[in-house]
């Protein structure tokens, strides 16, 4: 049994993620960024052709933190769903929205319009058709409530796009780690049956959840951590609680270059596990009829009443 599952998690309903700093987490995600990383922008590529499996398209949309979910996946969907009214949701929504002006939106000119709307950040659960979700869930701490949240935000009969780290990812890197005694690189992902359960819990419905694995390769193992340190941190409860010294900074180097598999050409390999998921808002479940409690005597008199007006 995977130690970082709770029963919970073993059940099928992971509501909190086992290991996962959900301080840390926060930290990082309000970190000011001016640029997507390239694997975000990759998976959320690979989103895009899911759209065709859709009849109706949304008239209007939310894209949650569209800066870590890609810039450029921002323009393309944009120019996929032009006639759609785009919401945006993000920390810092001021400085998204600056940066999503220059990621293809239309601009104001005496004379004519270019591009699709510009955005605006949502404003409190005003309901949209899509919410898209890139590259995010498995920073989160709690899962199931953020999938509420997203539950609350899509009308009833529109849908949810999401994706997501799944647990085989830097199996390479947790090998070395655990091979050194230095702990874990990274908290454990949710597995991809999970999602499943926890978004029927959330209130959606026909969820469809499957995976793709990828191998990146790198030049060198200062690539490597340098393409690690755009993609996130160690959120990890059990990480090291001090800052490591330049001895350690170098036989993680030394490490990386001895132990990780490499391509015919002597190229790095790291594996990411991907995970892609899409579901319908369900119909809202009709509440349990009102219950009336009563007593055996009040009952007795209430059918001795019925014999004598019968009677």
């Known amino acids: 049994m995977d130690p970082y599952r709770t029963d919970a998690a073993v059940a099928g309903t992971p509501d909190r993620v086992p290991g996962l700093d959900a301080r840390a987490s926060e930290r990082w995600a309000r970190l000011p960024a001016l640029s997507s990383p390239w694997l975000h922008e990759e998976v959320a590529a690979r989103m895009l052709p899911r ?55 239309r601009s104001w000119l005496p004379w004519r319009r ?56 830097l199996k390479e890197l947790r090998a070395l780690y655990r091979q050194r005694g230095w702990g ?36 060198s193992a200062s690539a490597l951590l340098q393409e690690l340190r755009l993609l996130g941190r160690n959120l990890h409860l059990g990480r090291f609680g001090a800052l490591r010294g330049r001895a350690w900074q170098q036989e993680l180097l030394d490490g990386i270059e001895c132990s990780l598999p490499r391509t015919p050409d002597g190229r790095l390999q790291l594996s990411f596990e991907l995970i892609y998921g899409h ?9 349990a009829s009102a219950q009336q409690n009563v007593t055996v005597e009040a009952m007795r008199e209430m059918l001795r009443a019925g014999r004598r007006s019968t009677g």
Do not use: I
């Open 114 to 169: 270019q591009g699709p709307d510009l955005p605006r950040q949502v404003q409190g659960d005003e309901q949209v058709g899509m919410l898209w979700a890139n590259m995010l869930l498995h920073r989160e701490a709690q899962p199931l409530a953020l999938l509420q949240r997203w539950s609350r935000l899509v009308r009833t009969g529109g849908f949810l796009m999401f994706s997501c780290l799944g647990p085989d990812s």
């Open 184 to 219: 874990e690189p990274a908290h454990r992902f949710v597995d991809m049956h999970d999602w499943g359960d926890l978004l029927v819990q959330a209130g959606f419905a026909e969820p469809v959840v499957d995976m793709d694995r990828v191998v990146l390769t790198y030049s």
């Open 51 to 105: 759209l065709d499996c859709f009849r109706e398209l949304p008239d209007r949309w939310l894209h949650w933190e569209p800066v870590s979910g890609g810039l450029q996946a921002h323009r393309r969907l944009a120019e996929r769903l032009p006639a759609a009214t785009c919401l945006v949701w993000a920390r810092d929504a001021a400085g998204t929205l600056s940066l999503l002006k220059g990621a293809g939106h």
């Open 279 to 287: 579901a319908f808002k369900a119909e809202p479940r009709l509440k």
